[in-house]
């Protein structure tokens, strides 16, 4: 039999928490839980999980802290954000900490573990990646997640880095979200979630690799098609 998949839930609503465990340990996954901000991130730090569920408003530290504490530590580390915040900021927030994805509440049990598997699934499987990535401007190091534009050091988390592999691997056409959904995230073919998942990635990509993120020169849109990398020589 192979290793069992561990999940640590850092949720402080008992209800929801509870229910959480109670789901997770029928589909097979090992869970440890915390239910205060600071409990969930020693427990993050010090124990080794396959994936975070972490809730954003916390008692002792919030959910943003949490990830953005994570991420100094570990940059690879899956993290799925349940959130009832969702605006275009808040999410975008989280999803700038390095968090890999956000479902927000209320969710159906059903809809959270496709979300779970696919990222379970990209993070096993990964995707090819060439070892630099040069825009001009910007040279990127995929294999320590950093960049540099003169200068300035860039830092950029597994799944932003996994996001500009896989379209530096197709610079002659656009991606179509649904094609990142599938080859990116790792979601069924015609799965129906409703995510802004690749578009806030995208916006926060830009505010690192642009000289302009409002006029993108590397990382643009093709209206109706989806979006294309401008790497140096394509």
């Known amino acids: 039999m192979g290793r069992q998949i561990s999940i640590l ?17 029928f589909h097979k996954y090992a869970v440890d839980s915390a239910a205060t901000g600071p409990e969930g991130l020693e427990k993050a730090l010090t124990g080794k999980f396959d994936l975070i569920l972490l809730d954003i408003m916390l008692p002792g530290m919030d ?22 915040k969702t605006s275009d900021d808040e999410i975008i927030h989280g ?37 630099t990535i040069n825009l001009g401007n910007v040279e ?3 294999e320590n997640l950093t960049g540099r534009n003169g200068s300035e050091e860039i830092t950029f988390t597994r799944r932003e880095i996994e996001l500009l592999s896989y379209l530096a691997q197709h610079p002659d056409r656009p991606i179509s979200r649904e094609e990142l959904l599938l080859k990116v995230w790792g979601y069924a073919r015609n799965l129906d979630i409703e995510t802004r998942t ?32 401008v790497t140096a020589g394509s």
């Open 95 to 131: 999803l700038k900490l390095g968090a890999d994805d956000y479902v927000p509440k209320p969710f159906s049990i059903q809809q959270l573990v496709l979300r779970i598997e696919a990222v379970l699934r990209r993070s096993e499987v990964g995707i090819e990646q060439a070892r």
């Open 9 to 25: 839930v850092i949720e402080d609503e008992e209800a929801i928490r509870e229910g959480l465990i109670d789901v997770l340990v």
């Open 63 to 84: 959910g943003y802290e949490i990830c953005d504490r994570i991420r100094a530590e570990d940059r690879k580390q899956p993290i799925i954000m349940l959130t009832a």
């Open 140 to 142: 990127i190091d995929t």
């Open 198 to 229: 690749v578009d806030i990635h995208i916006a926060k990509l830009r505010r690192k690799i642009e000289a302009d993120p409002k006029a993108p020169e590397n990382l643009v849109t093709v209206r109706g098609a989806g979006y294309r990398l």
